[in-house]
């Protein structure tokens, strides 16, 4: 479409919609409570416009196709795969990952199938398919099959360890302020719980070395040190953190390390067994790109008896992984799903997509790196980070920057500001294209050069 017939179109949408009238902080903040059809128009004074690329997938069949695809032409058929919302560019894919048709409709699929078998299904083969589904991710994961559960998301698989951790009063714990806030307040609760002292370093957000980042969390620990949290991507920056070296460090202490993963599974190989952590949560709602609701605990075979589970289960032996994974009656679909998820990664190839999403950032990233007023607050070298990475514009708040970003440029982003942090979160995912990073350089050099 011309760029010209795409803004006008823009316009006619932006005339019949209220919220499209009135673009600002409230709208973009918004976004995700309301039902609006049409996103924001885009004036034409700002002299930086869209991209054209704004075109929503129609295609529906076998990932399988993607096997044989290179280049543009896979990428391409990657973004026909999704069905994107016209009149913004979604770079907030950290959130969670929309799912790509063929995996949506096979999710569907699922639900009209449990709809239709009822108590049958869910009294026959209910928890063996789950169990082979757990037992597919564990070997994408490298772990084995009796050390994984699937959980609703990585909050439930964290809390659950640091919940369930056997806690003595006075002993303590290792963490840093940039991690999730969820796990934080869990902390916080087993501080006022059972006596727990909890540890906070903070991250610096361009490490000299791995040393650096090792050392920060040894100067932290303690003889009374039993349990350290890390991230294994920093969600605010997407900084990736040295997770081998730091269980290496911890080890020597006696010191257990619970991995925070929610942001790797499904978006760059891990490995958990050469990561050599103790624990290990993801959500697979993010990268795997499986149905929201989604996550994964690992846990290591010998810690199994100790931890408490979030929800009772007697009838198993202490060393049955099943004893951490009892959830009542809830949606089976989506645990089914799973499996599409990991159909449509496989098709695609993990590297590959590893691939293209840290090219996708550093195509944005490098041109802006080093432009007056601008920040780049993820580190530069390539494998410490992949898709995400984060930006401030010196003079504008995080907010600020959020806000028009989206209502000036079409651009949905998220605002970071704190644990020393300042700036949008950037997340492309494997629909968005070359051009829409080009768009967003555009977008932050124009707006740095108002300052
Ligand atoms: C680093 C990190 N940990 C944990 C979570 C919690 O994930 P969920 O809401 O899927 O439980 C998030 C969510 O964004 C995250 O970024």
């Not at 699922?110 to 597919?136: D, F, P």
């Not at 599409?340 to 990233?365: I, M, N, P």
Request: proline fraction near 6%.
């Amino acid at each position: 479409m011309e760029k010209r017939t795409f803004l006008k179109r823009m316009g006619q949408l932006a005339a019949a919609s209220p919220f499209l009238m009135h673009p600002g902080a409230t709208a973009a903040r918004s976004l995700d409570a309301t039902a609006h059809e049409v996103g924001p128009a885009f004036p034409s004074g700002t002299g930086v416009h869209p991209p054209k690329p704004f075109v929503t997938g129609s295609r529906s069949g076998s990932p399988a196709a993607l096997r044989g695809l290179q280049g543009n032409e896979l990428w391409e058929r990657v973004r026909a795969d999704y069905e994107l919302k016209e009149g913004y560019i979604n770079l907030e894919s950290g959130y969670y990952n929309i799912i790509p048709r063929p995996t949506l409709e096979a999710f569907l699929e699922k639900v009209r199938m449990v709809n239709r078998e009822g108590a049958y299904y869910m009294r026959t083969v209910q928890w063996e398919n789950k169990a082979r589904i757990a037992a597919r991710l564990a070997g994408l994961l490298g772990c084995g099959a009796d050390e994984l559960i699937l959980t609703r998301n990585t909050t439930e698989s964290l809390d659950m360890i640091i919940g369930g951790y056997p806690w003595k009063a006075g002993d303590e714990a290792v963490y840093a302020e940039q991690d999730y806030g969820a796990m934080q307040m869990q902390f916080g609760q087993v501080a006022a719980r059972f006596g727990v002292v909890n540890r906070v370093v903070s991250l610096p957000l361009h490490p000299a070395s791995d040393a650096e980042i090792v050392n920060l969390y040894e100067s932290a620990i303690t003889p009374r040190t039993r349990l350290l949290m890390v991230c294994h991507m920093v969600n605010i920056t997407g900084q990736i953190l040295p997770i081998r070296k730091i269980c290496e460090m911890a080890h020597s202490h006696g010191v257990e390390v619970l991995v925070d993963g929610a942001h790797c599974v499904g978006h760059f190989p891990v490995d958990i067994p050469a990561l050599d952590c103790d624990y290990y949560g993801s959500s697979l709602h993010k990268w795997l790109a499986a149905p929201l609701g989604a996550g994964m605990l690992y846990v290591r075979k010998e810690h199994i008896p100790r931890i408490w589970p979030l929800l009772a289960e007697h009838h198993r032996e202490p060393t049955d992984i099943g004893r951490l994974n009892h959830t009542g009656t809830h949606p089976v679909h989506t645990d089914l799903a799973i499996d599409a998820a990991l159909d449509y990664l496989e098709a695609l190839g993990l590297e590959r997509k590893s691939d293209r999403l840290r090219h996708l950032q550093r195509s944005w990233t490098e041109p802006l790196r080093g432009v007056k007023g601008v920040r780049i607050n993820t580190p530069e070298e390539p494998r410490r980070s992949c898709a995400i990475a984060n930006v401030g514009v010196d003079h504008l708040t995080p907010a600020g920057l959020a806000d028009v970003l989206f209502d000036e440029f079409g651009i949905y982003t998220v605002a970071i500001d704190g644990a020393g942090v300042r700036g949008c979160r950037i997340t492309p995912n494997v629909f968005n294209t070359e051009a829409e990073m080009e768009h967003l350089v555009e977008a932050i050099t124009t707006l740095a050069a108002r300052g």
